[in-house]
């Protein structure tokens, strides 16, 4: 288990992961294993990309914030996490950066994994917490392939190892670019609990892999 992060009412975080993650996102780790969407992938007929939400004014679907806010708890690593609308139910495993300094995702070889970034607060503290997950793999589609699917609204269930669950409301869901991630406003602090859930979205192409990146925004509570 990792250690524990500072105090939960840290200074907003920034620097160098933020970008990291723009390029990670699964995209990066995507091409290097050779999956995509049926027809432009090699061997990837059943891998597919998330279904693209409609375009907006603030490049993508997002509704009313949650109404209140949950009191934060400690410190303690996500062990699994729940989506009922989706029928989403998977484990949770802390992944950190890789050796290029890319942020490393869930191994391929499970696809119903999930990966909780450790550089970030642990869901359900105060700030922003990031989950990370394989829209595809060889296989077949991967635990967050229906991600794009999300409203606002929708619930979001995070079981702690310390037994209790964070429970967020989906307030916004958008398809962005890989190229000029907005990252300080998609990873910036928050007073309160809040969760970001990101995997692959887009076109995918041999030579750069997926051009976008699908974020929901959710908060604790609701």
């Not at 969407?37 to 679907?61: D, E, K, N, Q, W």
């Amino acid at each position: 288990m990792p250690p524990p992060p500072p105090p939960a009412h840290r200074a907003p975080r920034g620097g160098p992961w933020f970008a990291l993650l723009c390029v990670l996102l699964l995209g990066f780790f995507l091409v290097r294993t050779g999956t995509g969407a049926p027809g432009t992938g090699p061997g990837a007929s059943a891998a597919v990309g998330p279904p693209r939400p409609a375009p907006a004014a603030a490049g993508g679907r997002t509704g009313a914030e949650p109404p209140g806010t949950a009191v934060p708890l400690p410190h303690s690593p996500p062990r699994r996490i729940v989506i009922p609308s989706l029928r989403i139910d998977a484990p949770v495993l802390g992944t950190g950066l890789t050796a290029d300094r890319s942020v490393a995702p869930p191994p391929t070889g499970e696809p119903n994994l999930a990966g909780w970034y450790t550089g970030s607060v642990s869901p359900g503290e105060r700030g922003t917490a990031v989950v990370v997950g394989h829209v595809d793999t060889e296989t077949g589609p991967a635990v967050f392939h229906p991600l794009a699917r999300l409203g606002p609204g929708d619930r979001i269930e995070v079981g702690r190892e310390d037994g209790r669950t964070a429970v967020f409301t989906v307030y916004g869901v958008e398809s962005l670019p890989r190229d000029g991630f907005p990252a300080g406003r998609v990873y910036r602090d928050a007073p309160g609990p809040e969760l970001r859930l990101i995997t692959c979205g887009g076109r995918w192409s041999p030579g750069a892999g997926y051009e976008e990146n699908v974020v929901v925004f959710a908060r604790a509570g609701g």
